[in-house]
């Protein structure tokens, strides 16, 4: 990888962490002044169930990438520490192809389920939230996700 | 039935082949839908399963439980943990072991994770254990095996995945691995004092202490008593859901490790972006069960399993006794939250028509989860203890296990026997 895209991408991964860091750490916040405001001054935190549904998947989805670039996903992978030269490279190339794939099939379909969820206009039940940005988010971030792969598809076919 | 066994097939193959698990699941689901009912249909199926199950309220439990374990593993506090449990019970033969055992629950009463707590305590139990000159094999196996009971003992996030795919209650999973888990313990060390009675020269006794010195190392383990007791006593007595309990939880783990002085700026947000890791690891996964185990029920497979046990004619706890026997073959190959993630959501709708109870499937899914954690070829806590101690050999560790191994089978096999080690604890829970 070039010099300046594989900084762009550091840096990209480190942004992705430093947000999917606040919305844990707003996650556990959110959860602790809930609990605290019902049983101690008897005012729960309006609709704080619906807020927590939203930060599970902008953490989920801000996490992908990171997962997806440094390949931390759960593997099998027997065949890899038989695999040597060419057959390896060959195995590899899969690997990152199927998963380009997989991740396509993610970001393309959570961009459909925002265009259904926007124009059916559908909104959460108590704060009357839209929720189709989240699956754009959702659409964006595996678009990300599937983007650094490429990067990674495209450097081991160079190497081919 | 048969669109299943072909796409079961292409799923191993892919996964041999190095395909991420969740993506193999994904596009192995995607395709056999689409064979059955369309391409069209497959894509809508997975799509809005995807979102739906980001976007679960349910689900938050899980990363604030992770992260309640990210910030524990970095308060450090194995060390104390270690020191209370050998006061008590170091001057017995291989007493070193049953500590480190005992050492691993306490951790495990914090923590929801058998890697992390085996991490943890192989920094801290092994040197003494060789300064007392305890063999490698019963030292490392003590640790890795003890590790397994970050799973069992609450919390557990296994658990939560289980409670997660089945829709079981999770605070009653929770209260249901106590005894399982101090059973466990019990049997551990029975393994340990059996192992050290034929070869005592594998653990010798360390010193006696003062009852004073014993009861000042107890003392400084209070924090995990403490968090131990408002987590599971909070959902014991129905103070908080499982999710509240897993904020709470987490939020004690951070001022726990801010206390210590263990946790800066950088190891604070480095916690958090660990638990966020994991999460969307998880999520990966669970995206591709999902879709996956929705071709496997349309293409029949759940049904035909039903049907076939029914005319078999086989006892409910046959059907789970042959299940156990396929996870330990299962868990040769799959670390343990793939294959939480792969066959829970297709054996339970086989075994919940038997009138089988959940609670007790999930925790005997567990117990032969753990096995797989410590068994050959791919056990994953051994794999952990071995990183961590450079210098011990993988087949050490293996053949220090099999003693734990015997006590975890046991442990299994009186859950059969008396369903009640699991079921009886969280019936005593109190109802709102």
């Known amino acids: ?160 | 039935m048969e669109a299943s066994l072909i796409g079961f097939a292409v799923l191993l193959a892919l996964c041999f082949a190095g395909v991420p698990l969740g993506f193999a699941l994904l596009l192995v689901g995607l395709a056999g839908f689409a064979f059955e009912r369309g391409l069209g249909a497959a894509l809508a199926m997975s799509g809005q399963q995807i979102l739906d199950f980001s976007t679960n309220y349910g689900l938050t439990v899980l990363p604030l439980f992770v992260l309640m374990g990210s910030f524990i593993h970095r308060a450090e506090l194995s060390d104390e943990l270690y020191e209370a449990t050998n006061a008590w019970l170091g001057h017995h033969r291989g007493g070193l072991a049953m500590a480190t055992v005992g050492a691993c629950a306490g951790f495990a009463a914090v923590s929801g994770s058998s890697l992390a707590t085996a991490a943890t305590m192989s920094k801290v139990a092994m040197p003494p254990m060789r300064r007392f000159g305890y063999a490698d094999s019963l030292a490392a196996g003590s640790i890795a095996a003890g590790g397994t009971l970050g799973i069992l003992i609450p919390p557990s996030v296994p658990m939560v995945i289980y409670g997660i795919l089945t829709e079981t209650d999770i605070g009653k999973l929770f209260i249901a691995g106590i005894l399982p888990g101090l059973l466990m313990v019990l049997l551990f060390f029975a393994a340990i004092a059996a192992a050290t009675r034929i070869r005592p020269r594998l653990g010798p006794p360390g010193e006696r202490l003062s009852p004073r010195a014993r009861w000042r190392a107890t003392a400084r383990v209070w924090g995990v008593l403490a968090l131990f007791v408002l987590v599971i006593g909070g959902i014991y007595l129905g103070v908080f859901t499982p999710t509240e309990a897993a904020g709470i939880g987490a939020f004690g783990a951070f001022l726990f490790a801010a206390m210590r002085r263990k946790l800066g700026f950088a190891a604070c947000v480095e916690a958090l972006v660990d638990a966020g890791r994991t999460t969307a690891i998880i999520f990966t996964v669970g995206f591709g069960a999902l879709v996956f185990s929705n071709f496997v029920t349309l293409a029949g497979l759940t049904a035909a399993m039903v049907e076939l046990i029914r005319s078999l004619e086989v006892s409910p706890t046959g059907v789970v006794l042959a299940m156990c026997v396929l996870y330990v073959i299962l868990g040769c190959v799959f670390d343990s939250l793939a294959m939480l993630l792969l066959t829970v959501p297709i054996f339970f709708p086989i075994v919940a028509p038997l009138g089988v109870d959940p609670v007790w499937f999930g925790i005997i899914v567990i117990v032969v989860v753990e096995i797989g954690l410590i068994t050959p070829p791919i056990g994953m806590n051994v794999f952990m203890v071995r990183s961590v101690l450079q210098d011990v050999d993988t087949w050490t560790i293996f053949n220090g296990v099999w003693p734990f191994l015997a006590a975890t089978l046991a442990a299994l096999a009186l859950l059969f026997a008396f369903p009640g080690i699991a079921t009886w604890l969280p019936e005593q829970m109190v109802k709102f």
């Open chain 1, 1 to 160: 990888m070039p010099g300046l895209a594989a900084s762009a991408v550091a840096w990209l991964t480190r942004g992705l962490a430093a947000v999917a860091a606040l919305v844990l750490f707003a996650m556990m916040g959110l959860t602790v002044v809930d609990v605290f405001g019902r049983y101690v001054l008897h005012r729960p935190v309006a609709g704080s169930f619906e807020v927590m549904q939203f930060l599970l998947a902008i953490l989920v989805f801000t996490a992908l990438p990171i997962v997806s670039h440094e390949r931390e996903h759960i593997t099998v992978a027997l065949a890899e520490g038989w695999l040597r030269g060419r057959l390896r490279r060959a195995q590899e190339l899969f690997v990152l192809a199927l998963s380009a794939a997989a991740l396509a099939v993610i970001a393309s379909r959570m961009w459909q389920q925002g265009d259904v969820l926007r124009e059916t206009q559908a909104i959460t039940g108590f704060l009357l939230w839209p929720i189709a940005p989240i699956a754009y988010f959702a659409a964006v971030l595996s678009g990300v996700a599937l983007a650094l792969v490429l990067v990674r598809l495209g450097a081991s076919l160079r190497r081919c």
